[in-house]
T-cell receptor, first 113, second 112 residues
Framework: DTEVTQTPKHLVMGMTNKKSLKCEQH?????MYWYKQKAKKPPELMFV???????INESVPSRFSPECPNSSLLNLHLHALQPEDSALYLC????????????FGDGTRLSIL | EDQVTQSPEALRLQEGESSSLNCSYT??????LFWYRQDPGKGPEFLFT???AGEEKEKERLKATLTKKESFLHITAPKPEDSATYLC?????????????FGEGTQLTVNP
């Protein structure tokens, strides 16, 4: 079992809906990440939080809004998504600093109708 | 341009047939290289971190090695449960934080 927990596992939403993805870790990691992964492709970095502050935004459209309420939780708020946003959304966490391995959750499979 | 290339794209082995996966990189300054395993419908599972040329790490049937231009993941006497996509990722010196650049992965199938 992974130590990074993501909910829900599956999500189907319409283009006008608002939903949120949740991620939780209790490993004491102070860096947390959101990735998007399309089928047969590697994960693509979206956001990085370091000590609960947004440190990297990879030019992600504003219809994706991240939030880090505390050191254990990471949310991704979704609004007015497009069909091309359908993908596996992965959360990861790591200790702060260079060369710390990132530990991934099993993702949320998102489908946009 | 910084690039990470994995080969082959797909590999089919018979159980017990050893082989190697390759990850070559052309980056201006490598801080480190990571290997991950990903099963269908799951998130990547961390396997190894390699920091410097000549370094080797082992775990069960897997051994990862690093040179100045590439890394190999050697699989000795694989079993069907080793079937997965293997991803390598590099962290470059000039990038901030823990940004990783992933290769496209090698999909390994081990037949019984």
């Amino acid at each position: 079992d992974t130590e990074v927990t993501q909910t829900p596992k599956h999500l189907v939403m319409g283009m006008t809906n608002k939903k949120s993805l949740k991620c939780e870790q209790h490993m004491g990691h102070r860096a947390m990440y959101w990735y998007k992964q399309k089928a047969k492709k590697p994960p693509e970095l979206m956001f990085v939080y370091s000590y609960e502050k947004l440190s990297i935004n990879e030019s992600v459209p504003s219809r994706f809004s991240p939030e880090c309420p505390n050191s254990s939780l990471l949310n991704l708020h979704l609004h007015a998504l497009q069909p091309e946003d359908s993908a596996l959304y992965l959360c990861a966490s790591s200790q702060q600093g260079h060369l710390r391995p990132q530990h991934f959750g099993d993702g949320t499979r998102l489908s946009i109708l | 341009e910084d690039q990470v290339t994995q080969s082959p794209e797909a590999l089919r082995l018979q159980e017990g047939e050893s082989s190697s996966l390759n990850c070559s990189y052309t980056v201006s300054g490598l801080r480190g290289l990571f290997w991950y395993r990903q099963d269908p419908g799951k998130g990547p599972e961390f396997l190894f971190t390699l920091y410097s040329a000549g370094e080797e790490k082992e775990k069960e049937r897997l051994k990862a090695t690093l040179t100045k231009k590439e890394s190999f993941l050697h699989i000795t006497a694989p079993k069907p449960e080793d079937s997965a996509t293997y991803l390598c990722a590099v962290q470059m010196r000039e990038t901030s934080g823990s940004r990783l650049t992933f290769g496209e992965g090698t999909q390994l199938t081990v037949n019984p």
